[in-house]
């Protein structure tokens, strides 16, 4: 009785909590962690070049490794949270860490003795000339962005899972608000976005790098404020064991009982009912791929021939069935995750090339001269106005149409991104074809003198890329979220970043391919004479035939299916022989 009245009072208090009210703190947090990142992310590529004197191609590839291990380390973030931290916990520490980074980095723009004497204004013919970076002053470049990769990982992947665990997906009330929250979360990412690629930029080029870095490090110092002064009002997640570890038990038993028959009937597999469980807790049903992992669940009885022993089986001799979907989950993620990498190698190009553009072109708009790295300010606008147009309007229109609470599926949804960032990367080379031909026409080739023609023609590959990444990013967060078990959601969130992290990786090694296969496609620090429209005619093409590779994958995969205790009378669910209620979740690619 005592135990039904501890479950009881846990239960009432977390319903009691959640909900919109604590997702506002957790908008907060990542409007301002945000605004900090997007700002050298798009920025830094113009630092390393004329401030640390690296070459342009050693700027763009220095950046997107840093940009892919900051996506990368989010699994580091994940596997923390769901094992050993709580959401909440993981997001105020990799904070305080990613706060002494952007430290190092303000001490160092303000020191010039701790970096080389900045060679800007120089002919690219004579970049060569400029003093390098000694190993100390590289080094310590490298400590503090690595040091603000490690902690907005850790962000990446527990805050947007804190966030939609404010939301119960399997309360009829609150359900819709869970897709919306992936929505207003992207919007929130967004508007810092565009104030750090907009007032915090324009500190960096009128005012000072030592400044701009400091603002950023003001901002996430107020996000994990934000994040600490929600406390009192989130839903925390209780850590379990490791996912990683409940999923290597699954492929080490299985291996061990390779030569078992699989049995036919799924009552004859192991699963755990009742309080064993735990409260609130869901169980996965049985699914028909990837029946060699059922081997795991195999109950060792005398009644299948053979041995039988009173002691119970250890994790790594028998494990559940919903242990084994878990499993089974993830390796059905695997090929969405892979093909979606290519567009985040697209995205690359934008943060790096698109940015170097921009410094060659005329950059005045109503007698003011925004900065190259505030470009990208158009696709986050167009994102800004697009993302309430799609929840408010899309998304109710559709719904009448399709039935289907979020308008279109979440693999529809990253399918139409894919299609999008193909046609950008195709108006990227049809400007950049017409930027060169200027350049030749005006005989402007060698000279740092912007060219007459406005930045504002990068901004049609910016704003149709704004619109692929809207679609696509929330569709991978909301995937994973939902398709993710109970015990490895922040996990989950954190692989959605992974793409994002192979993308950037991808960019780089595929830079070098280039180069070396084209004969020097981008090897020279001069855009007027390399062949970057060529190169994005390349990322074009490659773009549609990953597209093609993401149809099979969608179509082959299937959406798990639930089994939830103690779920309201009220849901519309039914129920089976043991009182359990069943929720099924099937999504199909058309």
Not at 450 to 470: N, R
């Amino acid at each position: 009785m005592g135990t039904n009245n501890k479950d009881g009072m846990q239960l009432q208090t977390r319903r009691s909590r959640g909900g919109t009210r604590a997702a506002l703190f957790v908008y907060a947090t990542e409007g301002l962690e945000n605004m900090a990142f997007i700002t050298i992310a798009v920025s830094l590529v113009t630092y390393f070049h004329g401030y640390m004197n690296f070459s342009l191609t050693k700027s763009a590839t220095t950046l997107t490794n840093f940009l892919g291990s900051s996506s990368l380390l989010a699994l580091l973030g994940g596997f923390i949270s769901d094992t050993y931290l709580s959401r909440f916990k993981t997001v105020v520490l990799s904070g305080c860490v990613e706060l002494v980074g952007y430290a190092l980095l303000t001490v160092q723009a303000h020191f010039h003795q701790l970096r080389p004497r900045p060679c800007i204004g120089v002919a690219p013919d004579r970049m060569s000339q400029c003093e390098a970076a000694d190993s100390y002053q590289t080094a310590m470049l490298f400590a503090g962005l690595y040091l603000i990769a490690i902690g907005t990982g850790g962000v990446k992947a527990a805050l947007p899972a804190l966030g939609a665990d404010q939301f119960d997906a399997n309360d009829p009330k609150e359900a819709p608000k869970l897709s919306s929250f992936f929505n207003w979360f992207l919007l929130s990412l967004t508007f810092g976005a565009m104030i750090g690629v907009t007032f915090i930029v324009y500190i960096s080029t009128n005012v000072g790098w030592d400044w701009s870095l400091g603002a950023c490090f003001l901002a996430v110092l107020l996000a994990v404020v934000f994040a600490t002064m929600g406390k009192s009002f989130y839903r925390n997640n209780v850590p379990k064991n490791s996912p990683v570890l409940r999923i290597l038990q699954v492929i080490v038993v299985s291996i061990r009982n390779r030569n078992l028959p699989i049995p036919e009937l799924a009552d004859e597999l192991h699963e755990v009912h009742g309080k064993e469980a735990g409260l609130e807790d869901e169980i996965l049903p049985r699914s028909d791929q990837f029946r060699f992992l059922d081997r795991a669940a195999i109950v060792m009885t005398s009644s299948n021939g053979y041995a039988f022993t009173s002691i119970s089986p250890g994790p790594w001799r028998l494990c559940t069935v919903t242990q084994v979907e878990e499993t089974k989950i993830l390796i059905r993620m695997l090929p969405i995750i892979l093909s979606t990498i290519f567009l985040n190698t697209c995205l690359a190009q934008l943060q790096t090339f698109t940015v170097q553009q921009s410094t060659t072109m005329d950059t005045h708009i109503l007698g003011f001269k925004m900065p190259g790295p505030s470009i990208p300010v158009i696709p986050l606008l167009f994102m800004f106005v697009l993302i309430p147009l799609y929840e408010r309007v899309f998304i109710p229109i559709v719904r009448k149409f399709t039935g289907i609470p979020t308008g279109i599926r979440q693999l529809q949804r990253i399918g139409v991104g894919l299609v999008l960032s193909a046609i950008s990367m195709a108006v990227a080379a049809v400007v950049e074809t017409k930027r060169k031909n200027l350049a030749i026409k005006h005989k402007m080739v060698d000279t740092v003198e912007p060219l007459p023609m406005t930045v504002f023609w990068l901004g049609f590959q910016y704003a149709i890329f704004g619109a692929a990444d809207m679609f696509t990013f929330v569709g991978l967060l909301d995937f994973f979220y939902a398709e993710a078990s109970a015990g490895m959601k922040s996990l989950s969130t954190a692989i959605s970043w992974t793409p994002i992290a192979l993308g950037y990786f991808l960019s780089t090694v595929l830079v070098e391919v280039v180069n070396k296969v084209s004969g020097g496609w981008l090897a020279s620090n001069n855009l007027n004479t390399d062949k970057l429209n060529n190169f994005y005619w390349l990322m074009s093409g490659i773009s549609v035939v990953n597209f093609g590779a993401y149809l099979v994958c969608a179509s082959w995969y299937r959406y798990k299916k639930v089994e939830i205790k103690n779920v309201k009378e009220d849901c519309s669910e039914t129920g089976d022989a043991t009182g359990k209620k069943k929720v099924e979740m099937v999504i199909v690619w058309g």
